[in-house]
C-alpha cells in the first residue's frame, strides 16, 4: 500500500481529504464521477487519488453505465497559439 503524503508534491501545499467531481472525456464523451474521494491541496488545488480510487474511475468510465445525463455549457476557443 502506497504511504499517504500530507504534503502536495507540486507547491508543498497540505493535503487534505475531500470529496470532488472528477471528469474525464471518454469516447468524445464528457463524463463526470461526482463523490470520489481525494487528498486536495490548499495551496494549487492539485487533487490525488489512491490507486483503488482510481481503478474503480476506471471501471466505471468503461462500463458506460451512466446514472444520469446532465447539461452543461459548452463554449469552443477559437483563439489558435
Not at 471518454?26 to 464521477?33: E, M, P, Q, R, S
Not at 476506471?58 to 468503461?62: A, D, Q, S
Given at each position: 500500500m502506497a504511504k499517504k503524503r500530507d504534503r502536495?508534491?507540486?507547491?508543498?501545499?497540505?493535503?487534505k481529504p475531500r470529496c470532488v467531481t472528477y471528469t474525464k472525456e471518454?469516447?468524445?464523451?464528457?463524463?463526470?464521477?461526482g463523490?470520489?474521494?481525494a487528498e486536495?491541496?490548499?495551496k494549487?488545488?492539485?487533487e490525488y487519488f489512491a490507486p483503488q480510487v482510481v481503478d474503480e474511475l476506471?471501471?466505471?468510465?468503461?462500463a458506460e453505465s451512466w446514472s444520469e445525463t446532465l447539461s452543461v455549457p459548452y463554449i469552443e476557443m477559437e483563439l489558435r497559439v
Open positions: 502536495c508534491p507540486v507547491c508543498g501545499g497540505e493535503l471518454h469516447n468524445g464523451k464528457l463524463v463526470a464521477i463523490n470520489v474521494p486536495v491541496c490548499q494549487c488545488g492539485e476506471h471501471r466505471l468510465i468503461k
